[in-house]
C-alpha cells in the first residue's frame, strides 16, 4: 500500500519561500512510470493542480504558478519537495501531495495547512 | 485550462436516497474524467477514474457515466459515511483541473 505523507512549516512570512516535503513509502518514486503531484486547497474553495514530478527529473507546472514554484526530487529518500517563492495570503491552503498516472490520482497524503502571516 | 461547472453545489438527501451529481467541462475531456469524495479534515479519495471505473475498494453503489463535456456520478441507496463533498477532475489536459465541488448533506 502506498502511502504519502507531506511535512513542513505551517506558518509562513509574506514574501518568504515555502519548501514542503512529501514522503513516500510502500513504492518507489523513481519507478513505476508515476507523477508526483502536488495540489493545494485554499480555505472554503476547491482543490487547485500545481504540478508534478515524472521519473524524478521531469517536472511540470500549472502555467500561473510557473514563475514561483518548482519541485524536485530525492529518491535516495524516497521523496519528492516543493518550494514555492514569494508567498503572499493567497497561498494560505492545505497542500496535498498525491501519486497519479496519466488518469487519477488515487494515493494522496494528508495536507499540511500553510498560513502565510506576518 | 478546461474548467469543470458542478452541479448542484449542494445536494440534501436521506439516507437510503439515490444521489445524482453533475459536472460539466468547458470543452470535451473525452472519457477522462474522475470523481473524488472528501470529508472534513481528509484527503480526497478516488472514487471514479475513465468517467466509469470504480478505484479499488470503491463499493459498487458509485457509479460513473457520461464523456465529452457531462458526467454523472450516482450513489444508490445513500449510506451515512457517504454524506460528504465530491469532487470532479479532468485527466485529459494539463493542468489537471477540478470542479468546485458538490457538498451531499443530511436532509
Known amino acids: 500500500q502506498v502511502q504519502l505523507q507531506a511535512s513542513g512549516p505551517g506558518l509562513v512570512k509574506p514574501s518568504q519561500t515555502l519548501s514542503l516535503t512529501c514522503n513516500v513509502s510502500g513504492g518507489s518514486i523513481s519507478s513505476g512510470g508515476f507523477f508526483w503531484n502536488w495540489i493545494r486547497q485554499r480555505p472554503g474553495k476547491g482543490l487547485e493542480y500545481i504540478g508534478y514530478i515524472f521519473d524524478s527529473g521531469s517536472t511540470y507546472y500549472k502555467p500561473s504558478l510557473r514563475s514561483r514554484v518548482s519541485i524536485s526530487a530525492d529518491t535516495s529518500k524516497n521523496q519528492f519537495s516543493l518550494n514555492m517563492r514569494s508567498l503572499s495570503a493567497a497561498d494560505t491552503a492545505v497542500y496535498y501531495c498525491?501519486?497519479?498516472?496519466?488518469?487519477?490520482?488515487?494515493?494522496w497524503g494528508l495536507g499540511v495547512l500553510v498560513t502565510v502571516s506576518s | 485550462e478546461i474548467v469543470l461547472t458542478q452541479s448542484p453545489d449542494t445536494l440534501s438527501l436521506s439516507p437510503g436516497q439515490r444521489a445524482t451529481l453533475s459536472c460539466r467541462a468547458s470543452?470535451?475531456?473525452?472519457?477522462?474524467l474522475a470523481w473524488y469524495q472528501q470529508k472534513p479534515g481528509q484527503a480526497p479519495r478516488l472514487l471514479i477514474y475513465g468517467a466509469s471505473d470504480r478505484a479499488t475498494g470503491i463499493p459498487g453503489r458509485f457509479s460513473g457515466s457520461g464523456s465529452g463535456t457531462d458526467f454523472t456520478l450516482t450513489i444508490n441507496s445513500l449510506e451515512s459515511e457517504d454524506f460528504a463533498i465530491y469532487f470532479c477532475?479532468?485527466?485529459?489536459?494539463?493542468?489537471?483541473?477540478f470542479g468546485q465541488g458538490t457538498n451531499v448533506e443530511i436532509k
Open positions: 498525491a501519486r497519479g498516472g496519466l488518469q487519477a490520482l488515487d494515493y
Open positions: 470543452q470535451s475531456v473525452g472519457s477522462a
Open positions: 477532475q479532468q485527466h485529459s489536459d494539463w493542468p489537471r483541473t
